[in-house]
């Protein structure tokens, strides 16, 4: 298998508050789902630390420094009623960003051909300046930038499937040439962002989906819109927002998807991947809240990414 998954133990020192959705007990399931012998072949790599320099291709200094001394000593700040910082906060979310960036490393020198980070907290929500959703910093977009910076990645793709629309990532490619932000999403939905005529520097292609769309609809959407535009925009390399909240057993919304449709859905990018990116792929958790099901979407996604049915 040319997939590896990176991850570190620091990222489930992120203590959540009781009965918070977004809990060290994902990040759990998911290592022990991965420990099946059906992913035997997969070369497990512990994430290394971003640097504030990596943050700062995202996020404003001041930013950063206002949500390292807001961390607590001991139980939690909260940022809002979503969004928290426990005393372990800073080493996870440093793991997390470290991961994606780690990850574009190893794909862009040919090590891997795609990786998946088993990273937490989720980043997509987080903005320049703002952490919400959950989300301390933006992982993927910090990692979108880092592709460019480092190895002068002309087009750099982000698919976002999280069944929330990823306001933060779409707030730096908004900003930004060379990058591609598409995303399917419930819509009513938080954090209400995310229309299908939303324009910016970058390439934006917002596909709005109505509560209990389900397969059919998602499938078309990425079949007649949204796969024709990555293909035409020809990425470098491709990350994925992967979240998997869109299950129809998820409790945080209502899109009404199976495990397959997520199979199905990274197969096809990973097909992409090899067309135009020379397989390059990263693809890093957001999302997913149903416990069960979100281990048997990890394990579903991650056996696409290496190409086994």
């Avoid at 979108?144 to 779409?170: E, M, P, W």
């Avoid at 859905?265 to 099901?293: C, F, H, P």
């Amino acid at each position: 298998m040319a997939t590896a998954i990176i991850s570190h133990k620091d990222c489930a020192a992120h203590i959540s508050p009781p009965g918070h959705p977004e809990c060290e007990e994902r990040l759990n399931v998911i290592l022990a789902a991965l420990e099946d012998p059906q992913f035997a072949a997969l070369v497990f790599i512990e994430a290394q630390k971003a640097s504030i320099d990596q943050l700062k291709l995202v996020h404003s200094a001041d930013y950063i420094k206002t949500i390292f001394d807001h961390i607590p000593s001991q139980g939690h700040f909260m940022i809002d009623k979503d969004t928290y910082l426990s005393s372990g906060s800073k080493e996870a979310v440093l793991r997390a960003v470290g991961a994606t960036c780690q990850a574009v490393d190893l794909v862009m020198n040919g090590k891997f051909q795609n990786v998946f980070c088993a990273v937490r907290p989720p980043g997509h929500h987080a903005e320049p300046e703002t952490a919400m959703g959950f989300c301390l910093f933006n992982s993927l977009a910090i990692a979108a930038l880092y592709a460019r910076s480092k190895y002068f990645c002309h087009k750099v793709a982000i698919i976002d499937f999280d069944v929330h629309h990823g306001n933060g990532t779409q707030s730096v490619v908004e900003k930004t040439k060379g990058l591609f932000y598409a995303s399917t999403h419930q819509s009513p939905l938080y954090p209400g962002t995310g229309h299908i005529y939303d324009k910016g520097r970058g390439v934006i292609v917002n596909v709005p989906l109505a509560a209990g769309s389900g397969s059919n609809a998602i499938r078309k959407a990425y079949e007649n819109r949204i796969f024709p535009e990555l293909c035409a925009f020809k990425p470098d390399i491709i990350l994925i927002s992967a979240g998997f909240d869109g299950h129809r057993l998820d409790p945080l919304a209502d899109m009404n998807l199976e495990v397959d449709d997520f199979h199905w859905l990274t197969q096809e990018l990973v097909k992409i991947a090899q067309i135009y990116a020379k397989g390059r792929l990263v693809s890093s958790l957001e999302g997913g809240y149903n416990l069960v099901i979100l281990s048997e979407c990890v394990k579903s996604h991650v056996l696409a990414l290496a190409n086994e049915s």
